[in-house]
């Protein structure tokens, strides 16, 4: 791997540190050792190098950066000091990038396969084509579905992205004539932006305001590990510790809870019962935030255990439906209630109760995906923001805070280039099902307005509503990353053509018959990407800071470009009038190659920030240059209250009953003519009537029975993971034991002395992990910080391709085992969300090497 850098220190600056170049020879150094330094001393020309400008897709952080590059290598890696958001500081896996950029493993040019039989441990035997043969075929195959008037057959699929993957995904999909423009969004967090939307109107994440508040709540949220904006929480978490008090509920002791006040190791898939518990201890206490909430009419608390309250005696000020909330849920749902089912006990709620009443409205209630992205886990995800609500900390200072609104625009549309014989293709029904009645899947209100990513290899595989003859996969790896892997392996053995673009041959490459060497995303191409944190939010540059390697195309305009040329020889001429339509705003210029398209597309998503005539707000430039130089553009500071009595839901408030969603829900019902507790029952919960718009208990989902499956799994990120992409980095390997109870170069299950000694495990032994989906192999970690019952085991490792470091034997054999195996690939549908957490049964099995 990249010879030039270890642990941050160049070799060169070491040995010129301590005995300066003279003195080099005069050190015994060994054969290898020596040619090392000599050709660093040869490369290495100090202060030639210049910082470049590019943006981090390490994680949904997307940190702006400064890259170091000199003699066209990228060397160094630091915060961007321009961004509002975070600065120069960062996560400790920007330097990963490096490693990626530069892992030998890297596809280069472009690879046919040769072996039509696909499978794990099967050799695809790829051989190198070139890019004429490579786009010559696959403009062949797109052609024949065009003959045939089977446009739709046409599907592609995104991981990863910048605001430029509109071009290759969505519009030129739409320009091919398919509707199958699936994203990783329902792989991703769907659920949480469902408890956004369904109480206070925004399809979206959330900001949180740490450098004013003084109670943080977090429901599974590891801020120093993973969630958004990483970098800027690791910056600034210290300081807050002086200010405020921090509760973990995480079934896992994460890195957040090791520096926390509590912890709370809450049973998995219990978390609403201890939101509601919260809520209703706030209640009884009086302590609500009466300038958000309101106040009873007389100033008399009539929340008492068990009793009704009459709504007229309530002025409700900014929310809407406490009332109906307590009589039809929170009235009975007492903390002693809940430490019976979610295992937090009584007097723990009481106090964290009274914490949070006393610091409100400086409150904050984080959730992750692991407390949200559970079969039911639609009304966890409201049961847990419904206690901002509460306590008066939505939109307010110390609080929670939505994104600030940031001025980019859009990739231009490709609506005008779509033929007769394409919008045939796109009224099919999308690949994904959604929108049918058991997939609501209901994002900003519009029944079938999400995606159900997962949804895709069933459809394949039963032909439902059609089977695909192309699959384009970008930026993904869904053979990996999704729940239910063996599916997507047999999905794709059965579509005839399937293309990936990527850097490394990973799990979905093995299945591919034509394989595109994609641009590295930060380092190689052009691209937008937006961040938000510290009360601004931020749109930042993605440009080629080094020559790109080998073969590879910029994935977002350049494949785009050379399959539209391609077309354009075969008579079909739209796509590439549609990209030509994408040019430069300052010439007017039309591009002529694929990487003037990504500049031209990069330029216009981001003038209304750079160019002076379109100036609204936030930082203003002189110019794309000044823009370019600087990399980021910060909006102006967040101004506290702007939404109290104007939220965007059905009553313009914070709803407790949500009008929203029963508004959302009855059109889903509607359109299926049927009614709403028809679809309830249809989306597995368990709720009927009113209850389908209030944030109530549902009683977790348990997979697999306890007799056969008696542990609980808990999957969770490992705090070097780059989503699934950093496992091929030694760096990776190497410091993997950052994360508590893990263990360098290994994959390991985490379980608790209790469990390990009842089932006889050690240290280091070898177990089988069995679910009711399959089964994996991986290394014991006997480790205090999981609740007896359970099992917590890291997403990244347990690949068997990607490269030589990730995998044992690349192709065959993997390093430890792939959580996903075991994940059944069960859903939240009212989000569509892909349900990872919550109670999935597993069997622990001590495996005797032979
Ligand atoms: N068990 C479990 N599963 C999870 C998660 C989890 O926490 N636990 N997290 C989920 C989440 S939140 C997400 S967002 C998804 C992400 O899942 P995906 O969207 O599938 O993304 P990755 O797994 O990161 O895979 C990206 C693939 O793109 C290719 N690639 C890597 N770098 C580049 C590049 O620079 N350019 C190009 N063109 N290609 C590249 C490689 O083939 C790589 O495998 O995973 C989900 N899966
Ligand atoms: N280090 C790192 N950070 C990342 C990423 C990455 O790959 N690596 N990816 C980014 C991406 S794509 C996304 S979408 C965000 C997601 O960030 P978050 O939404 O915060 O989600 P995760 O970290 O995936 O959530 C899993 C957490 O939930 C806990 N958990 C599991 N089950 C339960 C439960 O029943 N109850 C509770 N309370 N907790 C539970 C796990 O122990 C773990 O701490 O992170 C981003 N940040
Ligand atoms: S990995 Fe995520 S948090 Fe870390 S630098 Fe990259 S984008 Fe930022
Ligand atoms: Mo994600």
């Known amino acids: 791997m ?7 220190v160049s070799r060169r600056t070491f040995l010129l540190g301590t005995a300066g170049v003279t003195a080099l020879s005069q050190f015994p150094l060994s054969p290898l050792a020596q040619a090392m330094s000599e050709d660093r001393l040869l490369s290495a020309k100090p202060g030639t190098g210049k910082w470049i400008a590019t943006t981090c897709n390490g994680c949904t952080s997307f940190c702006a950066k400064q890259i170091y590059v000199q003699d066209g290598r990228a060397l160094h890696i630091r915060g961007n000091e321009f961004s509002k958001v975070h600065g120069k500081a960062s996560c400790p896996r920007q330097y990963l990038s490096l490693q990626e950029l530069y892992d030998p493993d890297r596809v280069k040019t472009p690879l046919l396969r040769m072996n039509p039989k696909k499978g794990q441990g099967i050799d695809p035997v790829f051989k190198p084509i070139s890019w004429e043969e490579a786009i010559s075929l696959f403009a062949d ?3 024949a579905l065009r003959e045939k008037n089977e446009t739709h057959k046409y599907v592609a699929l995104r991981g990863r992205y910048s605001f430029l993957s509109d071009i290759l995904i969505k519009n030129f999909t739409t320009v091919l004539g398919s509707p199958n423009a699936i994203t990783h969004s329902s792989l991703c967090a769907e659920a949480d932006k469902f408890g956004s939307y369904y109480t206070e109107g925004g399809w979206e994440y959330r ?4 450098k004013n508040t003084r109670y943080v709540l977090s429901f599974g949220v590891d801020p120093l590990s993973a969630n958004r904006q990483v970098s800027y929480y690791c910056s600034e978490w210290g300081n807050m510790l002086d200010h405020a008090q921090v509760a973990i509920v995480d079934p896992r002791f994460s890195s957040s809870a090791s520096k926390a006040d509590e912890w709370l190791p809450i049973i998995p898939g219990q978390d609403s019962a201890l939101a509601l518990s919260l809520a209703h201890q706030i209640l009884v206490n009086d302590g609500w935030h009466k300038a958000f909430v309101g106040q009873f009419i007389d100033g008399v608390n009539r929340f008492q255990s068990g009793e009704v309250v009459d709504p007229l005696a309530f002025n409700e000020l900014h929310t809407y439906g406490l009332v109906e909330w307590w009589n039809l849920e929170l009235k009975d749902r007492t903390p002693e209630w809940a430490e019976t089912v979610c295992g937090i006990s009584a007097e723990q709620i009481k106090r964290i109760a009274q914490k949070l009443i006393a610091a409100a409205p400086k409150v904050q209630i984080w959730r992750s995906r692991g407390a949200q992205m559970q079969h039911r886990g639609a009304y966890t995800t409201i049961a847990c923001h419904a206690l901002n609500g509460l306590l008066g900390a939505v939109d307010n200072e110390g609080g929670v805070i939505q994104y600030n609104s940031s001025r980019e625009d ?13 919008k045939k293709g796109l009224k099919q029904e999308r690949i994904d099902r959604v929108g049918r009645l058991e997939w609501p899947a209901l994002k900003s209100g519009k029944s079938g307005g999400g995606v159900l990513t997962n949804v895709v290899a069933d459809s394949i595989l039963s032909a439902d509503p059609y089977k695909p003859e192309i699959v384009l996969g970008y930026l993904n790896n869904f053979t990996f990353s999704a729940p239910g892997t063996q599916r997507w392996e047999d999905a794709l053995k059965s579509v005839p053509f399937v293309v990936h673009v990527t850097t490394n041959i990973s799990e979905f490459s093995w299945f591919s018959d034509l394989i595109l060497p994609g641009s590295h995303f930060m380092y190689e191409k052009w691209g937008v990407q937006g961040s938000c944190g510290n009360m601004h939010s931020q749109v930042s540059i993605i440009q080629p800071i080094i020559k790109r390697l080998g ?6 305009s350049g494949i785009p470009w050379l399959l539209a040329k391609e ?3 075969r008579g079909f001429s739209n796509p590439l009038a549609y990209l030509k339509s994408i040019r430069d705003p300052e010439t007017q210029k039309e591009p002529i190659t694929g990487d003037e398209l990504g500049l031209y597309a990069a330029k216009v998503v981001t003038q209304p920030l750079w160019d002076p005539a379109k100036y609204v707000d936030g930082d203003k430039f002189s110019g794309w240059d000044e823009f370019l130089q600087k990399g980021v553009w910060n909006s102006e500071p967040y101004q506290f209250r702007q939404l109290w009595g104007k939220m965007k839901t059905k009553t313009g408030r914070f709803e407790f009953y949500s009008e929203t969603l029963k508004s959302a ?7 299926h003519n049927t009614d709403v507790d028809e679809v309830m029952r ?4 368990q709720a009927q009537g009113e209850m389908a718009f209030i944030p109530h208990y549902e009683q977790p989902y348990r997979f697999g029975e306890p007799a056969e499956y008696p542990m609980l799994f808990i999957d969770h990120k490992s705090r070097l993971n780059r989503e699934g992409r950093s496992a091929n980095n030694q760096w990776y390997q190497n410091n993997l034991d950052i994360d508590p109870g893990a263990v360098k170069h290994q994959d390991v299950v985490k379980i608790n002395p209790i469990d390990a000694q009842q089932l006889g495990l050690k240290n280091g032994d070898r177990v089988k992990i069995t679910s009711i989906q399959g089964e994996i192999a991986c290394q014991v970690s006997i480790f205090e910080g999981v609740r007896p019952g359970t099992v917590a085991k890291a997403f990244g490792q347990g690949h068997w391709a990607y490269g030589k470091v990730a995998s044992k034997v690349f192709g065959q054999e993997a390093l430890g085992g792939n959580n996903n195996t075991i994940l059944p690939p069960a859903h939240e549908h009212l989000s569509g969300a892909a349900a990872f957490y919550g109670q999935i049964g597993v069997r622990i099995e001590k495996m005797i090497e032979g």
Do not use: R, W
């Open 2 to 8: 990249s010879s030039c850098y270890f642990g941050g």
């Open 410 to 422: 859009s990739v231009p549309s490709a609506k005008e280039f779509v033929d007769d014989l394409a």
């Open 665 to 671: 829900l009855s059109k889903h019902a509607e359109k």
């Open 567 to 569: 077309l354009d020889k």
């Open 682 to 685: 249809i989306c597995n919960y």
């Open 141 to 143: 195959k797109i052609m």
């Open 551 to 556: 073969d590879t195309v910029d994935d977002e």
């Open 207 to 210: 900001q949180y305001d740490i």
